[in-house]
């Protein structure tokens, strides 16, 4: 079905409507959308998307009567969609099978100075993580270390995904930090 055409008034009219909502909601949407994205190309496409899905609900003769609290709607969405498509992926050896955390750290039967800094990385793997606040670490340690899916931490715990993403979030930016001091050291030995 293809949109009726529109008087070329009335276009420009409607693209000087469109552009002075985005002039003036472009800073507020782009800090909200940074506020949840790491990347800074990733909130540059989501801000993208929500402008492109204004234009056309626009252009399908479907105006928006609230535009900013549609706009961060709609942005909240396509982070959502970030997120879901950014899953993590499980790590893979040369020869496609998958590791897991033993897998990463020096062997324990290395000799005694790869028991030794297995040890040290387990220790301080262990302390980064009792450092985390509890809803972050059980979160991070469910789906992390035990596998769990967000569905069935939403289904056990009641919470819904969007919080146990940003809990999980937060707990991973907190352990790169607390850990980034460990790798530090050891590069320097």
């Given at each position: 079905?293809?949109?009726?055409?529109?008087?070329?008034?009335?276009?420009?009219?409607?693209?000087?409507?469109?552009?002075?909502?985005?002039?003036?909601?472009?800073?507020?949407?782009?800090?909200?959308?940074?506020?949840?994205?790491?990347?800074?190309?990733?909130?540059?496409?989501?801000?993208?998307?929500?402008?492109?899905?204004?234009?056309?609900?626009?252009?399908?003769?479907?105006?928006?009567?609230?535009?900013?609290?549609?706009?961060?709607?709609?942005?909240?969405?396509?982070?959502?969609?970030?997120?879901?498509?950014?899953?993590?992926?499980?790590?893979?050896?040369?020869?496609?099978?998958?590791?897991?955390?033993?897998?990463?750290?020096?062997?324990?039967d290395g000799g005694p100075?790869?028991?030794?800094?297995?040890?040290?990385?387990?220790?301080?793997?262990?302390?980064?993580?009792?450092?985390?606040?509890?809803?972050?670490?059980?979160?991070?340690?469910?789906?992390?270390?035990?596998?769990?899916?967000?569905?069935?931490?939403?289904?056990?715990?009641?919470?819904?995904?969007?919080?146990?993403?940003?809990?999980?979030?937060?707990?991973?930016?907190?352990?790169?930090?607390?850990?980034?001091?460990?790798?530090?050291?050891?590069?320097?030995?």
């Amino acid at each position: 079905m293809r949109a009726a055409a529109i008087p070329a008034d009335n276009q420009i009219e409607q693209d000087r409507q469109l552009a002075a909502v985005m002039d003036q909601e472009r800073p507020r949407l782009k800090r909200f959308i940074a506020r949840q994205v790491l990347e800074p190309g990733d909130v540059e496409d989501i801000l993208q998307d929500v402008f492109y899905e204004l234009v056309a609900a626009y252009r399908l003769m479907k105006p928006v009567r609230k535009a900013g609290a549609w706009l961060f709607r709609v942005a909240q969405n396509r982070i959502h969609d970030l997120f879901r498509q950014k899953r993590t992926v499980p790590l893979d050896s040369a020869d496609g099978d998958q590791l897991s955390l033993s897998d990463l750290l020096p062997s324990a039967d290395g000799g005694p100075d790869a028991a030794y800094a297995r040890g040290i990385l387990l220790e301080e793997l262990e302390g980064a993580l009792a450092e985390l606040p509890e809803e972050q670490r059980s979160v991070f340690v469910a789906h992390e270390l035990d596998g769990r899916s967000f569905a069935e931490l939403t289904a056990e715990t009641g919470v819904s995904i969007n919080t146990l993403l940003a809990r999980k979030r937060y707990a991973v930016l907190r352990l790169r930090t607390r850990l980034q001091e460990i790798y530090d050291e050891w590069e320097q030995e």
